[in-house]
């Protein structure tokens, strides 16, 4: 079993709809969460932490479920520069950072 | 604030042959991290240092990488000998929090894109 999981997608979504995408991972001991957003041919940037709470930020909405090992990143209004992969990221005691496969977003006029 | 520095930013090499990537992380950051990122698939996490150790290397391939941070600052990765299936993009990171104590962002640099022919 991989440590993160993803859906690779991809979504194809028209502008203005809502996507979810859902994250889960392997260790129970997992400290810190995080959702980065990856453009083609470019690094990694951080979109948004993760806390048990859950957060918002804008258009953006990201909880997380400590007992069932799940995160998820809830976009609304999606906008044509939406469109990139989400990475997953789950962090140890440590701060190792174990990140998922990606999910492929495309928004569509 | 300067970002995280890499180079080069291209190399292609033949398989067997020897490669060096540098990394050079944001002025103050404590923890370095190299990252392999093959095409189509997430980073994976390669090492990570606290200044000048090692906090975590269980997924190096220690038969054909290296990697160090002699005075807790600059990073070099070496892949000796390479084989076709180390083409990726290396992805070095920087963060700022010590383990442990919350949660860290991490700031990555472009990447080196290797190929191996």
């Known amino acids: 079993r991989k440590e993160v999981e993803q859906d690779p997608g991809p979504f194809n979504v028209p502008e203005g709809a809502t996507v979810a995408f859902n994250c889960t991972y392997s260790?129970?001991?997992?400290?810190?969460f995080f959702w980065y957003r990856q453009d083609c041919r470019k690094e990694p940037k951080l979109l948004m932490s993760v806390y048990s709470s859950g957060n918002e930020d804008g258009r953006f909405t990201a909880q997380l479920n400590r007992a069932s090992q799940y995160i998820s990143l809830l976009i609304r209004d999606s906008k044509l520069s939406d469109s990139a992969t989400y990475l997953c990221v789950v962090g140890g005691f440590n701060n190792d950072m174990r990140f998922g496969a990606g999910t492929r977003l495309t928004v569509k006029p | 604030e300067a970002g995280v520095a890499q180079s080069p930013r291209y190399k292609i090499i033949e398989k067997r042959q020897s490669v060096a990537f540098w990394c050079n992380p944001i002025s103050g950051h404590a923890t370095l991290y190299w990252y392999q990122q093959i095409l189509g698939q997430g980073p994976k996490l390669l090492i990570q240092f606290q200044n000048n150790g090692v906090v975590d290397d269980s997924q190096l391939p220690k038969d054909r990488f290296s990697a160090e941070r002699l005075k807790g600052v600059d990073s070099t990765l070496k892949i000796q000998p390479a084989k076709l299936e180390d083409s990726a993009v290396y992805l070095c990171a920087s963060s700022q929090t010590r383990p442990g104590t919350g949660h860290e962002t991490q700031y990555f640099g472009p990447g080196t894109r290797l190929l191996v022919l």
């Open positions: 260790n129970s001991a997992s400290q810190s």
